[in-house]
Nanobody, 124 residues
Framework: QVQLVESGGGAVQSGGSLTLSCAFF????????LAWFRQVPGKEREGIAG???????RYADSVKGRFILSQNNATNTLFLHMNSLNLDDGAMYYC??????????????????WGQGTQVTLSS
């Protein structure tokens, strides 16, 4: 069974940068999609960035141009490089995985394995 472990969260000042990591274990299927979601209390989980096994990437408008995905296939690690962070970026960030390389959108229903989350806290 696929397992996802996020790391890299922490406290950062507005305008700063942070990189989150998602290590995925036992992911033997060659067709998959990975994504980052975030959630604040009282709001729905928001899909912000995704990548598929065929190289397709997708970003939410809220992070486009500021957040960048990269993947290290040798270590099975997905990275989310977050730049120009603002107060609205403070949230619990989750890594998620789904079978199949279709990445038409970033709705949570397309991802069936989730990590435990890592907290990102912004300060002014």
């Amino acid at each position: 069974q696929v397992q996802l472990v996020e790391s890299g969260g922490g406290a950062v000042q507005s305008g700063g940068s942070l990189t989150l990591s998602c290590a995925f274990f036992k992911f033997s299927n060659s067709h998959y999609r990975l994504a980052w979601f975030r959630q604040v209390p009282g709001k729905e989980r928001e899909g912000i960035a995704g990548i598929s096994s065929d190289g397709t990437t997708r970003y939410a408008d809220s992070v486009k141009g500021r957040f960048i995905l990269s993947q290290n296939n040798a270590t099975n690690t997905l990275f989310l490089h977050m730049n120009s962070l603002n107060l609205d970026d403070g949230a619990m960030y989750y890594c998620a995985a789904g079978l199949g390389s279709d990445l038409a959108d970033l709705r949570a229903e397309h991802f069936h394995v989730w990590g435990q989350g890592t907290q990102v806290t912004l300060s002014s």
